[in-house]
């Protein structure tokens, strides 16, 4: 091999290098959001729903999101949301649910004790829900808030910490498209490898049941307000 073959194998090795390099970032970039959030990943589509998971900085517990488009109105979909003791039926893994308190039709404050497989405790929660209406857009949004402090916890049950979202949009042709995104920390030692096996069950299921709950007569004929 002369000379000029010895120098040009290095140099295309380095050139090689840089340009895998180059990718590996351009995709590892390409993969997070501004915040470092990573991209959405689809782990689930089935009976209309998609549901997405995605790790978070600083979180051990996956991120989860579900959509589906449901046939239905603003008001029904309202109408379930408020029946509070009503979740128990439709909310996946709900034991029980009571209203704490509400502001008109737009603050709700109400608990939930969600069971867990053996040996684990049952979780419990404390949600504010705020109702957000964009007239322009025909959205609403439901602020989902776990604040800390307003029931103390109990012995025989685990705390569960979080945020989340739904967001209706008004499809004008008397269907809803509906998103369901939460970041959860269901506390206590449950692995959160073993948590984030199973995190498409809930967002997955929580739609499956909110499809057939809007369907119910008892919500129906109902009209708020604050949507018009």
């Not at 091999?1 to 090795?13: A, E």
């Not at 009503?86 to 009571?98: H, I, T």
């Not at 998103?179 to 959860?184: D, I, K, L």
């Not at 073993?194 to 809930?202: H, L, W, Y």
Request: net charge neutral.
């Amino acid at each position: 091999m002369n000379t000029t073959k010895r120098l040009l194998l290095p140099y295309r090795f380095v050139v090689f290098m840089i340009v895998l390099l180059g990718m590996s970032f351009g995709v590892h970039s390409q993969q997070q959001d501004l915040d470092g959030r990573q991209e959405w990943k689809q782990i689930r589509q089935k009976e209309g729903i998609t549901v997405f998971t995605r790790s978070n900085p600083g979180m051990d517990f996956k991120e989860f999101k579900s959509s589906v488009i449901i046939k239905g109105s603003l008001d029904q979909f309202l109408s379930v949301l408020y029946d509070i003791e009503g979740l128990s039926s439709w909310g996946y893994n709900v034991k029980r649910a009571s209203l704490i308190s509400r502001e008109a039709d737009t603050v709700q404050v109400y608990y939930t004790e969600a069971k867990a497989p053996f040996p684990y405790k049952n979780r419990d929660g404390v949600y504010l829900n705020r109702f957000r209406w964009n007239a322009n857009e025909r959205t609403l949004i439901v602020d989902i808030i776990m604040p800390e402090g307003l029931i103390p916890e109990k012995d025989h049950l685990v705390r569960m910490e979080g945020y989340g979202s739904w967001v209706v949009r008004d499809l004008n042709d008397g269907k809803l498209e509906i998103t369901f995104q939460m970041q959860m920390d269901p506390g206590g030692n449950i692995p959160a490898w073993m948590a984030n096996m199973f995190a498409g069950d809930t967002p997955y299921h929580t739609l499956l049941g909110l499809r057939e709950a809007m369907e119910q007569e008892k919500y129906q004929g109902k009209s708020y307000d604050f949507i018009r």
